[in-house]
C-alpha cells in the first residue's frame, strides 16, 4: 500500500519541503550541460539558500549499471568548500552515489516514478544528512569543511597515487566521532508521521501519506530494535579487535575472532564455513572507527530529542542545528559541537565527561527509544532466526539484547582506552560508565 508513495520523485520533492521549511533551503533540478554527464540515469540539483544564494551543486548518481561501485549509498566531495582568496567562497561540489534497481517505466532522463523499499528510503535520508552537513559547513580552509571523508575515495586511482606521497587521503575533515551524527539525525525523520507525510507523497495524486499508513512505516525501525542496535555493537567490536593491539591471527584469524566475539556479545554465530568479515566494507573505509556509527546512534537521538521531537518541522530548531552544528564543519572541537547544539545542561546529560580531555556519549536517549520500540514489538514480529536459535522470540529477549548493547558499549570504551594509539589520538583516562542496567558476567568479555 505504501509502494505509491515511496518513489524517487516524490521523495525529491518532501526533501526539498523539508530542508525549506527546517533550514531555508531548496533543491532545484538543473539540467546537464555538454558533456557534463559521465552515465545515464544522473540528475542535477543547485542547493539554493534564501539567505545566501546558490551554496553548491548536487550530482545524484543513483542507479545501478554495469562497472559501478557496489554501494548502497555513498558521497563523494568533488570540489570542498572555503573561503576565497579574494573574498566570496568557493561553492562546493557533491556527488551522492547509489545502486537502485531501475524499472521499465523509468527512462534514464525521468527517474521520478522509480520505486524506493523502505532500506533505500532510508539510506537515500542517511546520505542527504551528509549531503546537507557539507552544503551547509562554511569554513575558511578546505581541509576542515564539511563531513565527506577523502579516505571513501580509496577506490578512486587518483587518490592511491596522492595516499603516497601524504596522509591526507586517511584523514576525515569532521572529527571521526561526529562524522556521522548529522545522517543519522536526518534518519529520524522516516521515523516520525509528521514528516513521513511530507517526505511521502502518491505519485499520481500528490496526496501525502495517510496518517495511519505513515505510523506503520515509522513503526518498521521498531520491528527488532535491540537485536539490530546489538548487530551494530558487535561490528564496532570486531572492528576495534581486528585493528588493536594483537594481530587477528595470534587470535586464531579473523573468523575465529568473530566468532567468538559473537558467542560472548551476539545472538547469533555466523553458519560454519562462512566468513561475514568479507562482506563488512566499513573494515577498510572506518578501520578503527566503525565505533562512530554507536556515537551517532546516542548523539543524533539526544539531538532529536532536545530539537525535533516535538516538532520536527520547526524552522528554530533546524536553524539551530544547521548553524551550530553543520555550519563549522570540523573547525570546532566536537564536545564543542556539542555542547553548542545540546545547550550546556543539556550536554552534560548526554555526553559523560572523563578526564583529560576524553568524553563519550550517554547512550541513555538512545536506549529510551529502543525501549519504546521493544514495547511495540510482537512476538511473532522477532526474526525466524532467533527462534531457530533457541532465542524464545519475546520482548524480555529484546530487552536482554538492550543489556549486552550497553556492555558491548562499555567494552569499546575499554579497547580505546586500552590500545596506546586511541588512547593518544582521544585522550581517554580512567573510563567510567553508568549503564542503564546492571551488566551480568558478560561484561568480562574483553578487559
Known sequence: AAAPYLVLGSVLGGLSELLQRLMGLQLKRRQLGPG???????????????????????????????????????????????????????????CLVGNLASSNSSSSSDLSGLPLSWREFKTLLHEMGHATHSMVSRTKYQHVWGTSAVKMLWCLPACQVLSRCCGACLRVRCSQDIVEVPSHLWEHFATDSRSLALLARHADTRQPLPPQLARQLAGLSSATPALELQQQALLSLVDLVYHGPQLPSEAGGTSSVWSSLASKQGSFLPPPGTCPQARFSHLTIYGASYYSYLYARCLSEALWETHLAADPLDATAGHNIRQLLLEPGGALEPLDLLTAALGGLACREHVLHQRHKGWCPNPQSLLRSVEKGVALVKPDSMSSAAGASGLQPTKATAMLAVQWCVVALKTNIQLLHSSSYKAAMFGLSNITWLPAFAPDDSARAIS
Open 36 to 94: 557534463e554527464g559521465w552515465g545515464a540515469g544522473l540528475l542535477k540539483y543547485e542547493v539554493v539558500c534564501s539567505r545566501l544564494g546558490l551554496l553548491g551543486t548536487l550530482y545524484l548518481d543513483l542507479v545501478a549499471r554495469p562497472g559501478k561501485v557496489p554501494s548502497s549509498g555513498m558521497l563523494y566531495p568533488v570540489k570542498c568548500g572555503r573561503e576565497l582568496p579574494g573574498g566570496g567562497y568557493q561553492q562546493p561540489v557533491l
